[in-house]
């Protein structure tokens, strides 16, 4: 069945810092795939989402390329900041109607 | 535009008891998707309702069931309890039928607890 691997956590850097969060999937079919952010206490929010191969998502200095060859969705941003801290779900939306998230990867940026 | 509400934001019950919690989708909003998310499992797909029909549902026992009311609220509920079943509850809402494509919008969650 279709599924999501994201990096373990928590990740810790320095505010400035050059974030990676490494993402992969196993999916039949194109699947769109998404990033989402949980603050603490808060539900999910949407950061970026790309909809076919070579499709980038950007939002917030965040960005990730949808990456078919590699079956890859890699979130980046150049320069995080403490208000960054969070944990990140990378998911991918099939045509069964639900998404499939991987198990979150908690980022804390330290000042 | 007021966003997706779910209620009760927290609550605590016993084995065996059962419990109702509630979502109210953004204004126009007629998909409403429940998840349960818990520190060992993650996040996972309970069930998708759209004009009260519900279109598509997670690997979970019948204990678990849910409704769409006319004007697209849901509830979810859970009966008979296990200690298991403590998790964080997330409706979301979408314009269309959750699809490949869908972008959802997220409540805060219920918090239940088992105990």
């Known amino acids: 069945g279709d599924s999501v691997t994201q990096m373990e956590g928590p990740v810790t850097l320095s505010e400035e810092a050059f974030l990676t969060i490494n993402c992969t999937y196993t999916a039949t079919g194109y699947p769109s795939l998404f990033w989402y952010v949980q603050y603490p206490g808060e539900g999910l929010q949407l950061l970026l989402k790309?909809?076919?191969?070579?499709d980038k998502g950007s939002n917030k200095g965040f960005e990730a390329t949808y990456r078919k060859e590699t079956t890859s969705f890699h979130l980046e941003k150049g320069s995080v900041q403490v208000s960054d801290s969070a944990v990140y779900f990378c998911a991918l939306g099939n045509q069964g109607g639900k998404l499939i998230f991987g198990q979150g990867t908690e980022l804390s940026v330290k000042p | 535009k007021a966003g997706v509400t779910q209620t009760p934001r927290y609550l605590i019950k016993t084995r065996g008891q059962q419990v109702t919690l509630s979502c109210s989708p953004i204004s126009g909003h007629r998909s409403v998707s429940w998840y349960q998310q818990t520190p060992g499992q993650g996040l996972q797909f309970l069930f998708e309702y759209f004009s009260e029909t519900q279109r598509n549902k997670g690997n979970f026992p019948g204990r678990f069931s849910g409704r769409q009311f006319s004007n697209s609220r849901s509830e979810m509920n859970v009966s008979t309890l296990e200690l298991g079943d403590s998790a964080l509850y997330l409706c979301?809402?979408?314009?269309?039928?959750?699809?490949?494509?869908?972008?959802?919008?997220f409540g805060a969650g219920s918090r239940l607890t088992v105990l």
């Open positions: 979301a809402s979408s314009l269309y039928p959750a699809g490949e494509e869908a972008v959802l919008t």
């Open positions: 790309a909809t076919k191969a070579d």
